[in-house]
């Protein structure tokens, strides 16, 4: 259903232009009944992104990454963050951006990357989308040692883990990223390497 004649803007105000873009914005929303009422919103744009969980379906293993991430460590998580490779499209097609941060970040270059599902992460004050994808990996596609680009403060650690111990983890709270666990579960229920793995 179009919501173009349930929303009309009345004025947006920019709170913040540094490392994105933070705005609040006042509006009349139609309401179930008819009626109309007044709210505003702030929104954080960071633009849309991509994920990638790349497998190895022979040993059943999974690369991920693990670095620090400032707004987890605010918020009392004391431990660096275990996470799928991920990146900002930055006008790219998700499948180039994501191909670039694998690279960057796991010194990967895949051949084909499958895109399983798209997202709103956080739908209600962050307008990104999300495109999520899985690739098979094997030794032979490495071309680096991953660890990102220490120009924009990438220190990124590369992990390789069986998908039950990835499971596990976020189970024993070991892994806490949401997109992460999204793409971990999807691996588990939907390919031929979850077979028989408890998700």
């Known amino acids: 259903m179009s919501l173009v004649n349930r929303v009309q803007i009345r004025a947006v105000e920019t709170l913040s ?28 744009d960071r633009g849309n992104g991509a ?8 040993r059943r293993t999974v690369l991920l990454t693990r670095q620090f991430r400032y707004p987890a460590y605010v918020n009392g998580c004391d431990d660096f963050l275990i996470e799928a490779a991920a990146g900002l499209l930055d006008e790219a097609s998700p499948e180039e951006r994501i191909r670039k941060e694998v690279e960057e970040e796991l010194g990967l270059q895949l051949a084909e990357v499958r895109h399983v599902f798209t997202c709103f992460m956080s739908p209600g004050s962050v307008t990104e989308r999300l495109h999520f994808f ?3 990996y094997h030794a032979g596609m490495r071309v680096g040692a991953g660890g990102g680009e220490a120009a924009e403060g990438e220190d990124i650690e590369v ?3 069986g998908l039950t111990e990835a499971l596990a983890m976020i189970h024993s ?5 949401g997109k992460t666990v999204m793409l971990l579960q999807h691996l588990a229920l939907q390919t031929e390497i979850g077979k028989g793995v408890k998700p």
């Open 159 to 161: 992990l390789e883990l």
């Open 173 to 177: 709270g070991e892994i806490q990223d």
């Open 51 to 58: 994920v990638l969980l790349p497998f190895d379906p022979e």
């Open 17 to 44: 232009d540094d490392w994105y873009v933070l705005k609040k914005t006042t509006f009349d929303w139609m309401r179930s009944d008819g009626s109309w009422q007044t709210m505003s919103r702030e929104t954080y």
């Open 134 to 136: 899985v690739a098979e």
